[in-house]
């Protein structure tokens, strides 16, 4: 607890909170002081932002801020919050961690909190001309009726900053000037997996600069939650991530059995592991598939949903859906392993070693490939830690940030596997992460799939679920990256606040630090490498 | 001629490399199809699992019996407003009021499959079933009443 | 050796006939102008029919290299009637007009892409005695016709006044003018070898044996480049970076619709026929029959194989060779087209020149 004093040291104010998790309540002036003293911190500098979660607790706004030091995985949770509801403002940290940026945003667009000299304060997900700030609990939902006209982005943008003599004053950013090459890349476009869209200021071929616009599939999912009972919820947890739906909807669960303190039994979490596995390796296949077809290789793009499909086979014959699978449930599982399941399970993983090889030659070797990914789109492993690009974007980096080997949860600390590394950053190396992770998963799923113990799938849990007061987290390693789930829940049956960390919203950020002086073809492969789902991103 | 040598086995290794992709895909282009020729195949080769979740029904017995109970646990469990369970109160031979099922609405357009309302039935009244063929024209027709024309509730 | 092969099925005095017959009952300019018209006929029969086998064999061909069955409905088994059904749609779709375009142009663009297709398919050595157009410099005029095609191609980049079919223009632009050179250098080479640019001559040159053979290494290694820069000509994948759907969704034809568009698409598959059917011209012989020297009767059973069956067999063959590239690689980046061009082609064809030249002055091919 030395990391809490160091923060009392700096501000003497700070109350330290046991709610649900320890937390750090710090007043807005002192919390800019401790976040730039963590960030630059000699021995662990917490230079990984998880997530910043918007709350609205009444009588404040503020947000809670998660932090992670990528030296010694300690984590620390900082909350700052202000009491002018009329107009919030809290100091940015987007200076600190780039990742900022962009989640200031979100928060400004859901709870109406400005981020003092942010430079780019415009909504994220919702409308130009949306009234009102959907979030907060006092939002009224017949604000805003269904508009079809046309929203127009503007090219500029506003920044809020303090005068050296403490009076707040606005001025005015541009996002794109005038005279520049803008392309529209989505929200209908082959390649930008979803509903994406991605303003590109073009110079000739070359990419000076990519504006994501989200939005086009946000469903509210966050603010649904919070009238939904608990077991309501996970039913979300599968259409955000939906090539991660198994790891989404184990974190929502191992987040509410935490809470409410719910043992689940050993086969549960050998089942579990094992599907999580398999839905990495399924994700892995349609990256591998998505990647040569964005680089215009359609014949390689058939080899991975054709293996693809065995995997969703077997998801169907014991979960009884193929994408959306609802399997996890609080407590275990829906329903016993079907009998055929672990021998299908390894013929699958034998036919898959013996036809990797095929994918490697076809495309892995091939020179076109090889001369189009590598050295393209480097991010140094600097940058992805501030962009809080985790997962195997991250890993390509050198930034071993795999949620399985340094908190593991489930079976990840019984099983042996390896923590698939590269070091250049570059497009092929997101790319072979991928692909070796595949291997790494089947290698997870045979050390488990014999050893499947005997005993229930799911223990008895009470109808009406409540979560006893607090804030509770939980994370996972999804198939891109790092997904947690955030609870803050007030005694009730549903959720006061429920917010998942987006694996895809830093990598949709990332693209900008990627792609710039890069090519517009570029673009597209640092895209697809980068591995983002939109459903997710939006929520 | 460093550059040189490095020009040519840049030349020829990348040529090499091509071959191997040729060779692949013509490995494949000799390999049986893998598609499914659906709806030809649907008495033949497809394969829908039994617990694949495609539409609710409520189970019937010979006797046009039902163990509804009209509890509406499954209209409280859904998170999508997605059943409508209508009952009344009437009186049994003993004099005994008791909630019958007067009809069980369903929506299929709005399901979201999650299988919350079959966890929560008590008494395994609904299930889903692998009948995966539903689309229709009409929107009215997902519409659909899952107890049976003059069903009643099983004795026990 | 025995030459009466080549008069099996010679239709040029049949053609002389029929021309005689003609002008015995009316004016010589009549006979002409309805010859002229006839043959006019013909050709766009054949270029449409053409490009619909080409299409259902592409669908199929790939299909099979994506484990899959491909078209198997409309028709019967084999889907035969496939393209027929789509062509007949692409003809019932509307003509969208654009606000903003470059009307003259924007409807002009189409037709010169298919004109410089037409004419060059027209060039084709068919049979022996069926050359449409038959001039002493035959194969200069076909690079010199299917060069007004990137005129096409940037017509419509320009005149959509979208960005995506701009971006698309002016990559196609760059890359088709590049690759010409690798076309002019290797097809030279052949010329070189062939002592004549008459096509007909180029075919008739090759009766004793295919140029691919005779000319060993250097034809082998020129056929090679021809290939490559075909396809790139043909702005087919690996190449087809003018239009990459992933990046520019369609590149320049990105807003054309209807027919304007299908003239596009037949344009290019009849661009790979034709690229195919010059390296068939160029290397394989035109229509001339596979001749082993020394087995007479093999020699004479592929006599009797009438020229057209040699020249399509020859053709589809190479179509089905680029089919195969294009279904294997992934698409390059316009630099590395760039570079391959300027880097290795270039330099390579150049080489391939020169030493077909040395070759032929000390008489090393045959």
Redesign the interface.
Known sequence: MELIDKILKIAPNATVLDYGQRIVELAPKDFRAVAEALRSDKVAPMDYLRDIVGMDWGETLGALYYLESSKDYSQVTLKTATADRENPLLPTVCDLWKTAEIKEREVYDFYGIRFLNHPDMRRLFLREDWVGYPLRKDYDMNSNPLDLESDVNADTTEEVFLNPDGTVAEKENTVFGKDEFVVNIGPQHPSTHGVLRMRTSLDGEMVRKVDPVLGYIHRGVEKMSESLTYPQTLAMTDRLDYLSAHQSRHALCMCIEKAAGIEITERANYIRTIMDELQRIDSHLLFYSCLVMDMGGLTPFFYGFREREMILDIFEETTGGRLIQNYNVIGGVQADIHPTFQQKVKEFIKHLRAVIKDYHDIFTGNVIATTRLKGVGVLTRDQVVSLGATGGTGRASGWANDVRKHHPYALYDKVDFKEVLYNDGDCFARYMVRMDEIMESCHIIEQLIDNIPEGDYKVKTKPIIKLPEGVYSASVEASRGEFCVFIESHGDKSPYRLHYRSTGLPLVHTMDTACRGQKFADLIAIGATLDFVLPDVDR | MNSFSRYMKGFFSGLKSLLIGMRTSMKVFLQPKVTEQYPENRHTTLHIPERHRAKLVMLHDAENHHHCIACGLCQMACPNGTIKVISEMREDEEGKKKKVLVKYEYNLGSCIFCQLCVNACPHGAIEFTNDFENAVYEKDKLLLTLNHEGSSLAKK | MNQSFLDYYNIAPLLATIHEAMCSVMPEWLAMTLEGIVVGVIIILMYALLAIVLIYMERKV????????GP?RVGGKGGLLQVFADVLKILTKEIIKLKKADRLLYNLAPYLVILASIITFSCLPWHNGAQILHMNIGIFFVLAASSIGILGILLAGWSSNS??TL?GAV?SGAMIISYELSIGITVLTMVVMSGTMDIHGIVMSQENGWNIFKGHIPAIAAFIVYLIAGNAEANR??F??AE????L?AGYHTEYSGMHFGFFYLAEYLNLFITSGIATTLFLGGWMPFHIAGLDGFNAVMDYIPGIVWFLGKTFFVVFLLM??R??????????VLTLEWK?LMPLSLVILVVMTVCKIYGLVF
Do not use: M, V
Not at chain 3, 328 to 336: G, V
């Open positions: 790939c299909a099979a290299f994506q484990c899959r069955i198997n960005k995506y971006i990559r994948g690996p087809d970076l990459a759907e992933q990046e969704t195969w590239i279904w294997t690689f992934p698409r390059l980046r316009i630099d590395q290795y």
